[in-house]
């Protein structure tokens, strides 16, 4: 994912750092090491200005754990009618996911809001991946595990963040687009890896996902991991 149209960077000496940062990445070809300062860095410069983003991911979050809920309980076509898409009971799945998309998005158009959604389009796009039919589709929401979800879609959320901001200077970086992606697939799956191996996951099984203590608690679980990324500088 690229920059939005208009996109100001932030500014003031911890940016400086985390540019720093993500050039040295290159210089170090892409270390674990290098790779962790860079998304450290960039952890730190933003740590005073994201609340806009734990806000989406909350919201968007707490959309989509209601509506597996309400398949869990209730079947997909009826849970599609409760959160108002009956237009979509009867479509074929990738109508429906797209329907989904649009519904789980809060709808602004901030860029916080559309990392937001890129990060739900990447993850369900995945889960997505061998529904072929209405029966799949149900029971991949039925399926859904609340802890997992939260943790793959805060992944998700932090991949694109940092794409968002820095896919650009990598690309110019390498010394083609071959390799472009291949450093961007490593950078992806180091931000995985950590979060996977220090995520702490609550046993979650029951919260009220349409009120504002399931906004909050991903909310403070997106920090969380934001957290993690900032520990990891500090340790080395």
């Known amino acids: 994912m690229g920059t939005s149209k208009g996109y100001l960077p932030p500014t003031g000496h911890l940016w400086s750092d985390t540019k720093r940062a993500v050039s040295s990445m290159n210089r170090n070809s892409y270390s674990s090491s290098s790779i962790g300062k860079a998304v450290s860095s960039f952890s730190k410069a933003n740590s005073g200005t994201r609340s806009q983003g734990n806000s989406a991911v909350g919201a968007s979050g707490a959309k989509a754990l209601n509506f597996a809920d309400l398949v869990r309980s209730i079947g997909l076509n ?4 409760q959160v108002g898409l009956t237009h979509l009971i009867g479509q074929d799945p990738q109508a429906v996911f797209e329907g989904l998309l649009s519904y789980f998005s809060e709808g602004t158009d901030s860029l916080q809001q559309s990392i937001a959604d890129q990060a739900m389009q990447e993850y369900m796009a995945e889960m997505m991946g061998s529904v072929r039919s209405k029966e799949e589709l149900d029971d991949a929401f039925a399926k859904l595990e609340t802890d997992l979800f939260i943790q793959d879609f805060l992944t998700k959320y ?3 963040s940092f794409f968002t901001n820095f896919a650009e200077k990598i690309n110019a970086l390498c010394k083609d687009i071959g390799q472009a992606l291949k450093m961007q697939e490593r950078i992806k799956e180091f931000i995985r890896l950590e979060i996977a191996d220090n995520y702490t996951r609550d046993g979650m099984k029951n919260m009220d996902w349409r009120g504002r203590e399931g ?7 997106c920090e969380d991991v934001w957290g993690i990324f900032e520990r990891w500088g500090d340790s080395e």
């Open 158 to 160: 932090v991949q694109v």
């Open 78 to 81: 009826n849970a599609l009618d």
């Open 215 to 221: 906004r909050e608690y991903i909310e403070r679980k």
